[in-house]
Every structure is written in structure tokens, then in C-alpha cells.
């Protein structure tokens, strides 16, 4: 059974850092990528990166770009979701999610099909 854990939410002021983990579990693709995502309450669900296992690609959204990096550390199945310069919209439940059918050059999954629990994260003013 494939699993996806988030870690590592919580309150944080504006300005500061979180780093969230995903570790992952109970698969064996060849390959595959790791997304991230939050939704806000009355917001749509906002992709925000992803990163390919076999290259290391990575997809950053325009909101997040320059503040968030997404790494991972493949000898221990997880995912990282590195949060600087925090701002109070950025308060959402995030979650992590992974797809493996990939098409050449890119770095995120065509879908994703699995998806974690989700953690909230907070940022106050």
C-alpha cells in the first residue's frame, strides 16, 4: 500500500521558516514525482512544486518561487518542502502527493494518485 506521511507544520510568524517532510512507502516505480500542494479554506488547491526522483528536476509555481525549495533525500524515501520568508497567505493545509507516469523532460507526473493526510501550516502577522 503506498503511503504518503507530511510532517512538520505548525505556527510560525511572518518572515520566519518550516520545512515540511513527506516520506513515502509501499511502491516500487521506476520512477516517479513528488508534488506539493496547499488549500486555504474557501480556496481552490494550489500546486505549488514538484520534484522527479530519477532527474531531480523541479517545478516551482510563480507564488512560491524564490521562497520555497523542494529536495529530496531518496536513501530515506522522502521529500522535503523548504518554506522561507513566510507570509500569512501562506496559511493553508499542505499536502504532498506523488505520481509516477512521467513523460520525457518533464518534471511532474501527468497525475498524481496518491496523496498524504495533509498538515496545516500557519503564519501569523
Known amino acids: 500500500e503506498v503511503q504518503l506521511v507530511e510532517s512538520g507544520g505548525g505556527l510560525v510568524q511572518a518572515g520566519g521558516s518550516l520545512r515540511l517532510s513527506c516520506k513515502t512507502s509501499?511502491?516500487?516505480?521506476?520512477?516517479?514525482?513528488v508534488g506539493w500542494f496547499r488549500q486555504a479554506p474557501g480556496k481552490e488547491r494550489e500546486h505549488l512544486s514538484c520534484i522527479r526522483r530519477s532527474t531531480g528536476s523541479t517545478y516551482y509555481a510563480d507564488s512560491v518561487k524564490g521562497r520555497f525549495t523542494t529536495s529530496s533525500d531518496n536513501t530515506k524515501n522522502t521529500v522535503y518542502l523548504q518554506m522561507n520568508s513566510l507570509k500569512p497567505e501562506d496559511t493553508a493545509v499542505y499536502y504532498c502527493a506523488l505520481g509516477s507516469v512521467l513523460s520525457y523532460g518533464n518534471s511532474c507526473p501527468s497525475w498524481y494518485d496518491y496523496w498524504g493526510q495533509g498538515t496545516q501550516v500557519t503564519v501569523s502577522s
Open positions: 509501499g511502491f516500487t516505480f521506476d520512477d516517479y514525482a
